[in-house]
C-alpha cells in the first residue's frame, strides 16, 4: 500500500516536474552534504565547545594563527594553572616562557592571536571566567583598549561562543572538516607542532622585512620630526571617555573572583609607534590624534580602577628605556623581537618597581610623555 501511495504521488505532474528540475536536484544534494559535514563537525566537537566533546590534545598551548577557535578548549583545560590572554604583542611566548617567568607555575597556555580589540577580548575572559580553573591571569593592556567600545576583529569567531547551538553551522568550512577529522585521528586538531611555529616563524621575520627596511627608516625620521611638535597633544580628559574600560574592569573582576591572580601587563612599545600612528591615516583613525596621551590616560585609568580588586596589578615593562629606544630589538613599532629580551620582559612583570599604583601612575604618565616627546630614533643595528 506504501508503495502504491508513493507511485500516484510521484506520478503527480508537479512532482515530476520538480524532479526533473536539474538545479533543484543539485542544491537538494549539496545542502543534504553540508548539512552532514555540519553535524559530522558538531558531534566530533574538536573545539570542545559541547559537552559531548573529547577534550583534545594540544602539541603546543600556543598557536596565534588558529587559537580564536580554541579559547573554550583552552578554557576548559583541567591542568592549566597559567593563561596568557594576549594580542599580537606577546604572541611570541611559548608556554614553556611562561612558566619559566613565572616559577611555580605548571601548566600554562598562551592564548594572544594577531589584531586583537577590546569587544573580542571581552568574549575570550568570558570563557576563562566561566569554565577555566587557572589560578595566574596574564592579560595584555594594550592600545585596542582606547578604540571603539565593540570594533570586532574581523575573524574573531564571536558565533562559536554566544551559546547559540544554531550558530555551529557557521563554522563549517573545509578547515574545521579537516580540524574534526584530524581530532578523530590523532586526538588533536592541530598535531603539526612545527608547521605551527614554521608558520608564525615566517610571519614575525615577514614583518620584520618590512619594518625594518631603509625606506621604512626613513620615513619614521620623518615622522618624528614632522610630529615632535604635537605628539603630546592633550586628548581624553576623564576615565569616562574610555567607553570600554567599565567592560575590562568588570572582566578583572570576574578572573579574580575565582580566587585568581590577575596582572595586566603593558607591553614594551618602541617610542616609534606613537609617531607612526600619528603619520599614518589609518592609525590615525583608528587611534585619534592624540594617541600618546589617551594612552598614557587609558593606563592612568586601569591602574585607578582596579586598585581595589585584590590579587590584581598592573605592570608596564616600557620602563627599561635603554632597550626600548633601541628599534632594533623591536619587530615592529609595538612587537618587542629581540630573543635575548623577550623571555626577561615576561618576568619583569614580578619585579615591583614595574608595578604602576595609583601613588605613582601620575609621575610614570609624565616620565612616558616626555621619553617620546623628546625622542631621538636609535637602531644599534644600523652601525653595524
Same mark, same amino acid.
Not at 577555566?132 to 575573524?155: E, G, M, P, Q
Not at 605551527?196 to 627596511?213: A, I, L, V
Not at 606613537?274 to 594617541?291: E, I, K, T
Given at each position: 500500500?506504501?508503495?502504491?501511495?508513493?507511485?500516484?504521488?510521484?506520478?503527480?505532474?508537479?512532482?515530476?516536474?520538480?524532479?526533473?528540475?536539474?538545479?533543484?536536484?543539485?542544491?537538494?544534494?549539496?545542502?543534504?552534504?553540508?548539512?552532514?559535514?555540519?553535524?559530522?563537525?558538531?558531534?566530533?566537537?574538536?573545539?570542545?565547545?559541547?559537552?559531548?566533546?573529547?577534550?583534545?590534545?594540544?602539541?603546543?598551548?600556543?598557536?596565534?594563527?588558529?587559537?580564536?577557535?580554541?579559547?573554550?578548549?583552552?578554557?576548559?583545560?583541567?591542568?592549566?594553572?597559567?593563561? +596568557?590572554?594576549?594580542?599580537?604583542?606577546?604572541?611570541?611566548?611559548?608556554?614553556?616562557?611562561?612558566?619559566?617567568?613565572?616559577?611555580?607555575?605548571?601548566?600554562?597556555?598562551?592564548?594572544?592571536?594577531?589584531?586583537?580589540?577590546?569587544?573580542?577580548?571581552?568574549?575570550?575572559?568570558?570563557?576563562?571566567?566561566?569554565?577555566?580553573?587557572?589560578?595566574?591571569?596574564?592579560?595584555?593592556?594594550?592600545?585596542?583598549?582606547?578604540?571603539?567600545?565593540?570594533?570586532?576583529?574581523?575573524?574573531?569567531?564571536?558565533?562559536?561562543?554566544?551559546?547559540?547551538?544554531?550558530?555551529?553551522?557557521?563554522?563549517?568550512?573545509?578547515?574545521?572538516?579537516?580540524?574534526?577529522?584530524?581530532?578523530?585521528?590523532?586526538?588533536?586538531?592541530?598535531?603539526?607542532?612545527?608547521?605551527?611555529?614554521?608558520? &608564525?616563524?615566517?610571519?614575525?621575520?615577514?614583518?620584520?622585512?618590512?619594518?625594518?627596511?631603509? &625606506?621604512?627608516?626613513? &620615513?619614521?625620521?620623518?615622522?618624528?620630526?614632522?610630529?615632535?611638535?604635537?605628539?603630546?597633544?592633550?586628548?581624553?580628559?576623564?576615565?569616562?571617555?574610555?567607553?570600554?574600560?567599565?567592560?575590562?574592569?568588570?572582566?578583572?573582576?570576574?578572573?579574580?573572583?575565582?580566587?585568581?591572580?590577575?596582572?595586566?601587563?603593558?607591553?614594551?612599545?618602541?617610542?616609534?609607534?606613537?609617531?607612526?600612528?600619528?603619520?599614518?591615516?589609518?592609525?590615525?583613525? +583608528?587611534?585619534?590624534?592624540?594617541?600618546?596621551?589617551?594612552?598614557?590616560?587609558?593606563?592612568?585609568?586601569?591602574?585607578?580602577?582596579?586598585?581595589?580588586?585584590?590579587?590584581?596589578?598592573?605592570?608596564?615593562?616600557?620602563?627599561?628605556?635603554?632597550?626600548?629606544?633601541?628599534?632594533?630589538?623591536?619587530?615592529?613599532?609595538?612587537?618587542?623581537?629581540?630573543?635575548?629580551?623577550?623571555?626577561?620582559?615576561?618576568?619583569?612583570?614580578?619585579?615591583?618597581?614595574?608595578? +604602576?599604583?595609583?601613588?605613582?601612575?601620575?609621575?610614570?604618565?609624565?616620565?612616558?610623555?616626555?621619553?617620546?616627546?623628546?625622542?631621538?630614533?636609535?637602531?644599534?643595528?644600523?652601525?653595524?
Amino acid at each position: 500500500m506504501a508503495s502504491t501511495f508513493w507511485n500516484r504521488i510521484s506520478a503527480g505532474p508537479a512532482i515530476r516536474k520538480w524532479i526533473h528540475k536539474p538545479t533543484v536536484l543539485v542544491v537538494a544534494v549539496l545542502w543534504s552534504a553540508y548539512m552532514a559535514v555540519g553535524a559530522f563537525i558538531v558531534a566530533v566537537d574538536p573545539y570542545d565547545l559541547y559537552p559531548w566533546g573529547a577534550h583534545a590534545r594540544m602539541p603546543s598551548n600556543r598557536e596565534p594563527f588558529e587559537v580564536m577557535n580554541l579559547m573554550r578548549l583552552a578554557a576548559k583545560d583541567p591542568i592549566a594553572d597559567t593563561v +596568557l590572554i594576549g594580542s599580537s604583542p606577546t604572541t611570541m611566548y611559548s608556554p614553556d616562557d611562561i612558566l619559566e617567568a613565572f616559577p611555580g607555575s605548571k601548566s600554562a597556555w598562551n592564548v594572544s592571536y594577531h589584531a586583537g580589540t577590546a569587544y573580542d577580548r571581552h568574549i575570550t575572559i568570558n570563557e576563562f571566567a566561566k569554565y577555566s580553573r587557572a589560578k595566574h591571569f596574564i592579560v595584555t593592556l594594550d592600545f585596542f583598549y582606547a578604540t571603539v567600545l565593540d570594533r570586532k576583529r574581523s575573524t574573531f569567531p564571536d558565533y562559536m561562543y554566544d551559546g547559540n547551538p544554531t550558530h555551529a553551522f557557521r563554522m563549517i568550512s573545509a578547515h574545521t572538516l579537516k580540524a574534526a577529522i584530524k581530532t578523530i585521528v590523532s586526538g588533536s586538531p592541530f598535531p603539526d607542532k612545527a608547521g605551527m611555529e614554521r608558520q &608564525e616563524h615566517e610571519f614575525n621575520e615577514g614583518e620584520r622585512r618590512k619594518y625594518h627596511s631603509p &625606506e621604512q627608516i626613513d &620615513e619614521f625620521r620623518k615622522a618624528i620630526d614632522k610630529y615632535r611638535n604635537t605628539i603630546a597633544a592633550v586628548g581624553k580628559q576623564n576615565c569616562g571617555d574610555f567607553p570600554m574600560l567599565p567592560r575590562l574592569i568588570a572582566d578583572v573582576r570576574a578572573l579574580a573572583a575565582h580566587g585568581a591572580t590577575v596582572d595586566l601587563f603593558i607591553p614594551a612599545y618602541s617610542p616609534v609607534a606613537y609617531y607612526f600612528w600619528a603619520d599614518n591615516p589609518d592609525f590615525r583613525n +583608528l587611534v585619534g590624534s592624540a594617541a600618546l596621551y589617551d594612552q598614557m590616560q587609558m593606563r592612568r585609568c586601569v591602574v585607578l580602577e582596579t586598585a581595589d580588586i585584590p590579587r590584581t596589578k598592573v605592570s608596564s615593562l616600557d620602563l627599561d628605556f635603554a632597550r626600548t629606544s633601541d628599534y632594533a630589538n623591536f619587530r615592529d613599532m609595538t612587537h618587542l623581537y629581540d630573543t635575548k629580551f623577550l623571555k626577561r620582559w615576561l618576568s619583569m612583570s614580578r619585579d615591583p618597581q614595574n608595578t +604602576l599604583t595609583a601613588q605613582n601612575v601620575d609621575a610614570y604618565v609624565a616620565t612616558m610623555i616626555d621619553r617620546v616627546k623628546n625622542y631621538t630614533f636609535k637602531d644599534s643595528e644600523l652601525a653595524r
